[in-house]
């Protein structure tokens, strides 16, 4: 899960198999600005947000509910990278979710993330 607090972001990442564990994400980062950028195409949408998405340096909120799909699978890669997250641990953690509502819709959604985070593996 990423909070914000305009620019600092706290990544909390946590299992039934261990302990929530959570630190800071500042500028300078690694993985900063990718994670803060697509934080904000996530949350800064509507008429409200506009003046934040300028201050942003004109962040395009992503509306589309496949784009936001997209954008949240890379977003979510990008927190497993930072984290330090290997492949398989990463598999291991979006297994371990419990899948609520439309399992399919979850299961593509997690395939996504593992797709994303390994076109950010390089």
Known sequence: ????????????????????RRFPLTEGDEWFDYIWKRAARLNCYGDEFEEMRDRLGGIDPATDMDERR?????????????????????????????????PRLIEDNFDMVLDKYDTLAG
């Open 1 to 20: 899960m990423i909070c914000s607090c305009e620019r600092k972001w706290i990544l909390t990442l946590s299992s039934t198999h261990s302990p929530s």
């Open 70 to 102: 997209e954008v949240q699978a890379e977003l979510d890669a990008a927190a497993f990278h930072a984290y330090g997250l290997d492949r398989e641990q990463t598999a291991f953690v979006l297994d371990d979710f419990h899948r609520v509502e439309n």
